[in-house]
């Protein structure tokens, strides 16, 4: 295919300028599925076992160090995945628009897949942030659910999740679904701001940011501790996961190639 | 230590619902989205083994006759 020749030559120009600059990383090289593929592969156990380990300290802490509340009580134990999942779903959508800008410039096919593999896992937590949020909802507000401004642009996330999933399993060719889902995955991206800073731009029902650079945290440090080892539990669980899907999907999208038949045929 | 007793534990100061609730749910997508992507990974895998079998039983049997 003449076209994709071209295009794998100006990315090669692109990696070999920046490989040429001193003691720099040629990042490229980790941009072709076949040498991605066996990396992924040696990091799965690397972010999994960590992942289970942190999630039963996390848990330990939770339930058993944090002491009860003085003025929820015990319902605020629901923060320590409510605010992890929260994070996640941000941090997630972020990074799949940033690989589809990339896949958009570059024109790299890996970065595409990245994308589809972190979809699922970021939507995931966004349904658990907005469960969870539900669930703590009830017992302090006396609601399930408000149209607060917080929560609305939560949903929207949702939504934008779920629309590029749809989108880009809608459509057969895979490049075209590559480029018609990034266009959503980018010009989402703008909702994330609008997802932080709600709780300071409105009147909202949602408290403000338990953690922020700016000031002292404002919980007891030992809960603050707890939120930290299931965030960082979440962390490591979602690259995990998300490895294990952009192996798969890699497999996939990839199945006729040289690489793949040799990678089968290396296998005992 | 927060609870006397296994009782009080699950009862979580008359939390229990929402506490476990979140909890229980949380556990079930992760448990869920791990056997999936296991799932999805296997599949393709067993899927292009089988095809390559497939293709490499056809090339033998063309040499051989």
Known sequence: MPQTDSMNSSVKAVSDKLSAAPGGINWFKYASPQTFYPLAGRLIPLF??????????GLYVSFFVAPTDATQGDSYRIIFIHVPAAWMSMIIYLAMAFWCALGMIFNTRLSFMMSQALAPTGAIWTFLALWTGALWGKPTWGAWWVWDARLTSELILLFLYLGYMALVAAMDDPRRADRA?????????????????????WNTLHQGA????????????IMLMGMLIMALAAW?????????????????????????????ENRP | MNWASWGDFWNMGGYGLYV???????????????????????????????VRRATVRGAGNETET
């Open chain 1, 210 to 221: 338990s953690v922020s650079m700016t000031s002292a945290p404002k919980m007891a440090s």
């Open chain 2, 20 to 50: 476990w609730g979140s909890y229980a749910v949380t556990l079930v997508c992760v448990f869920a989205e791990v056997v999936s992507v296991r799932r999805q990974f296997s599949g393709q895998m067993v899927r292009l083994l089988r």
């Open chain 1, 236 to 264: 490591a669980y979602s690259i995990a996961v998300v490895l294990v899907r952009v192996r798969a999907i890699m497999l996939e999208r990839e199945r006729n190639t040289d690489w793949v038949a040799q990678m089968l």
């Open chain 1, 48 to 57: 999994a076992w960590p992942a289970l380990l942190l999630f039963a300290v």
């Open chain 1, 181 to 201: 889902g990034a266009v959503v995955a980018i010009v989402g991206a703008i909702n994330v701001p609008i997802i932080y800073f709600s709780v300071k731009w």
